[in-house]
């Protein structure tokens, strides 16, 4: 809902599009610093609880920022919805990986990332209505009233898994942090170099397209029309593309994917009016449709069985490394040259993403495990090895 319109939303507190950038990243840097805490309290309180803290927490601070009238003020926000937003998707991802086997993993999971891409759909679409036709704070208002029904929906429909660390044990699984870098720190560092360049292009393109659509003229419900329809294109792909994952492999839709983005960022700065905007918007959403659930399936893919929580928390700070670059860089370059030039800049990261995927990340579809694996079993000491890891 925000995309469309939280732009124009900090243009208005008189800033320039540096900080612009700076501002949409916000939320992005806050779940980076908290991503590895929030493995570490997905262990302690399990993954039901952390959700609705995570899903509260993000309610209550969109409440306030749309009273916000100042820059400083908004930042500090921003920066506490990315730590919501860390406690929401890294006991989410938890919640997949430690009851989903390697076989189905990519169909679950792009599943998963497709139900996401309907609310990337209607979301800016309902976005650029309201801040169209009401106010742009009362778009951050909409945002507060769906935290509140998506705690009525945790509180009814989740089970809780996981969660009971001792003392003792908490004290432990913080050591158990270094200790999966250690293990698993060849799986992390080619991993990663998709999962930062993914995520970097994806927060590039967000920060973009209501940028490139503000600098035609177009009004905030135009432009959420827009990145709707692109949405719309994103999300019809998950079905075809969980298919393909489990079937033939992870990097079959995952080099696709940075290829069509990286050539719909470069064709952006062409467009000239609504039609080849929107044309090359939802190429661009093709191309992120491709990925759907890619990198949460690489990830699940390569998380330990005994310490899936503290994995997941350090492989989301990876992605949000790049996630939180992608806008900075944007509002950065933007600022000394154009915006055209950014887009440039980010398209040369799909091109980049795309040759780090071939050659240097590994096949992760493992075709000996199927359903009937048996869910993992608690570590309650965290004592798992390397050996002991899903890659």
């Known amino acids: 809902m925000l995309i469309p319109v939280l732009p124009s939303f900090i243009e208005e507190m008189g800033v320039g599009i540096g900080l612009v950038g700076l501002g949409v990243s916000g939320v992005l840097i806050g779940t980076m610093i908290f991503d590895v805490p929030a493995g570490l309290l997905v262990g302690r309180f399990g993954h039901k609880q952390t959700m609705l803290v995570g899903t509260a927490l ?127 720190g060849s799986g992390l560092a080619r991993g990663g170099t998709a999962m930062v360049s993914m995520q970097l292009v994806r927060r590039g393109r967000e920060l973009l397209l209501p940028l490139w659509g503000a600098h035609l003229g177009l009004d905030v419900d135009q432009i959420g029309y827009v990145i709707g329809a692109a949405a719309a294109m994103d999300m019809a792909m998950f079905a075809p593309v969980g298919y393909v994952m489990d079937r033939y492999g992870r990097k079959y839709m995952s080099i696709p994917s940075f290829l069509v983005l990286g050539a719909g960022m470069a064709l952006l700065p062409l467009s000239g009016d609504i039609w080849t905007f929107g044309a090359i918007a939802v190429f661009t959403g093709f191309g992120n449709g491709l990925s759907s659930g890619a990198m949460m399936t690489l990830g699940a893919d390569l998380a330990p069985r005994q310490r899936t929580g503290e994995f997941i928390g350090v492989w989301r700070l990876i992605g949000d490394i790049g996630g939180a670059s992608g806008p900075i860089i944007v509002g950065q370059i933007a600022t000394v040259v154009t915006l055209g030039w950014s887009s440039i800049f980010i398209a040369g990261f799909g091109f980049l993403g795309a040759s780090g995927v071939y050659f240097i990340v590994p096949e992760t579809l493992r075709r000996d495990q199927n359903s009937t694996l048996p869910k993992a079993s608690p570590d309650p000491d965290g004592s798992g090895s390397a050996s002991d890891s899903r890659d």
């Open 58 to 184: 993000l309610g209550v601070i969109a409440l306030i920022t749309a009273f916000t009238t100042n820059f400083p003020a908004l930042m500090v926000l921003r920066l506490l919805s990315g730590v919501a937003m860390a406690l929401w998707s890294i006991s989410r991802m938890a919640y997949v990986s430690d009851t989903v086997p390697s076989a189905a993993r990519g169909k679950t999971l792009a599943t998963f990332g497709g139900v996401g891409r309907f609310g990337a759909f209607v979301g800016p679409v309902i976005g650029g209505i309201i801040g169209a036709q009401i106010s742009l704070e009362a778009v951050f208002i909409a945002q507060a009233m769906i935290s509140a029904a998506t705690m009525v929906m945790l509180i009814a429909f989740t089970q809780e898994i996981g969660g009971g660390r001792t003392d003792q044990i908490r004290r432990e699984a913080r050591s158990s942090v270094m200790r999966t870098l250690i293990d698993n």
